[in-house]
Structure formats: C-alpha cells, structure tokens
C-alpha cells in the first residue's frame, strides 16, 4: 500500500522555484484543493511577510479554523506521550493537515501528500489534525 505521493501543493506551477520551508502554504494547498497561489498570498497578508519560510500557529490556526472553517482534532495532551503516529491505520479518511514536530502535512485518505515523506516509517507523532468535516 502507498503511503507516500510527492506533492509540492502547486507550488512549481505556481512559478516558484527551489526549495524552501513553506510547508504550511503546501499542507494547505494540498488539504483543502486550493490553488498554492492563492494561499500563499493569504498567509502572506494575514502574516504581513512572506510565508516562504514558515508560517507562525498564530497565522495558520486562525486561518484553517475561521477563514476555512476546518476544526482542530488534538491527538496528545501534555504528559500523555504520543498515541497517533503518521500511519494510515491510526488517522481518519478523508482530508486532513496533520500538525507534527516542526512540520505541517497533508494526509489523504492514509497517504502523505508533501515533498518528503515525514512519517519516519510510521513512529512520527502526531499532534493533532484539521479536518473539513469535522472527523474525530
């Protein structure tokens, strides 16, 4: 079973080149089926800098869950050790942006859309996930 495809979210169709530590921009893009242009430059408005190398939770909370009105699903407590990792058979169908260590992801239906596959091999913890529906 694939558990990986590589996406850049539109990103190079979008012109841009080379790499970068846009993540969030992507994971968005990705999740939510919305051109990588478009949320780049509402990221970039709503943080008033370009999201190119990162977007702060102050930023991308408030945007997934207001502007798009996608609901937050917390995986782990503070003191309660990881319970969900980046693996198909622990994470909800459908369309999610998974909040990992530093990282941003989008998951479809148990496989990682992004430009690398984070999950090392199924032990990455999983913080929590936005959904469109409301999956819990």
Same mark, same amino acid.
């Given at each position: 079973?694939?558990?990986?495809? &590589?996406?850049?979210?539109?990103?190079?169709?979008?012109?841009?080149?080379? +790499? #970068? $530590?846009?993540?969030? #921009?992507? &994971?968005?893009?990705?999740?939510?089926?919305?051109?990588?242009?478009?949320?780049?430059?509402?990221? @970039?408005?709503?943080?008033?800098? &370009?999201?190119?190398? $990162?977007?702060?939770?102050?930023?991308? @909370?408030?945007?997934?869950?207001? @502007?798009? *009105?996608?609901?937050?699903?917390?995986?782990?407590?503070? =003191?309660? =050790?990881? +319970?969900?990792?980046?693996?198909?058979?622990?994470?909800?169908?459908?369309?999610?942006?998974?909040?990992?260590?530093?990282?941003?992801?989008?998951?479809?239906?148990?496989?990682?859309?992004?430009?690398?596959?984070?999950?090392?091999? *199924?032990?990455?913890?999983?913080? *929590?996930?936005?959904?469109?529906?409301?999956?819990?």
């Amino acid at each position: 079973m694939t558990t990986f495809i &590589s996406n850049d979210g539109g990103r190079a169709a979008a012109g841009f080149r080379g +790499q #970068t $530590g846009d993540c969030v #921009t992507r &994971s968005i893009a990705i999740a939510t089926e919305t051109p990588y242009l478009e949320v780049y430059n509402d990221l @970039k408005t709503l943080a008033g800098e &370009s999201p190119r190398k $990162g977007v702060s939770k102050k930023i991308y @909370k408030p945007y997934l869950e207001d @502007k798009l *009105g996608w609901i937050w699903t917390p995986t782990m407590e503070i =003191g309660t =050790g990881c +319970q969900v990792h980046l693996r198909p058979d622990e994470l909800p169908t459908g369309r999610l942006v998974a909040r990992l260590s530093r990282h941003l992801t989008a998951v479809i239906d148990g496989i990682v859309h992004d430009t690398h596959n984070p999950s090392r091999d *199924g032990t990455r913890c999983v913080y *929590g996930y936005w959904t469109s529906t409301g999956l819990r």
